[in-house]
């Protein structure tokens, strides 16, 4: 089941069973550290989210405060001719590399802000697995736990960007 669905319906099912003619100030105080702790791990979020480091913190399961969409392709191409081909992607589109390792072909990067919506992080890791090489995408959002489709829209534009640069 999705993750947003099960959010949603268990908060209407605790506000529809509080008795609100005879809720006194007293009843929400339990409200007060829980609303702390998610503030603090919000500006948790904030503080390391261009830490190329914090990658398996954002794409976690476990984390439920970012929203993530994740990706996986197998292609028949040399992968170091694939990182190169990403890295000038993504250098032509709205994307911003902030870090990127030639040896472990990975890539670290961010998407420029619209301003109306947040920067996504986008994971991209290419292996080579004998002659095939496979690409791991991640596009997390570390300001909320639904991406309103914007994740998606990630791995969709980098992919019709790559499927175009192979037409000759």
Known sequence: ???????????????????????NMDTFMWLIPVVGIFLVIKAFNFLVRNNPNFKSYFTSNLNI????YKRSMELDFPSDLLYENFIELLKESKIDIIES??????????????GVFPRSNIYIEITEKGEM??????SARFDTWHSLGKNEENWENLLNQFEESLII
């Open 101 to 114: 390792d030639e040896t472990s072909r990975t890539i670290f990067a961010r998407t420029t802000n619209d």
């Open 65 to 68: 405060l970012c929203a993530k």
């Open 1 to 23: 089941m999705n993750r947003n669905i099960v959010i949603v319906i268990s908060t209407l099912l605790v506000v529809s069973f509080v008795p609100w003619k005879q809720v």
């Open 133 to 138: 090489a496979t690409i791991e995408f991640c």
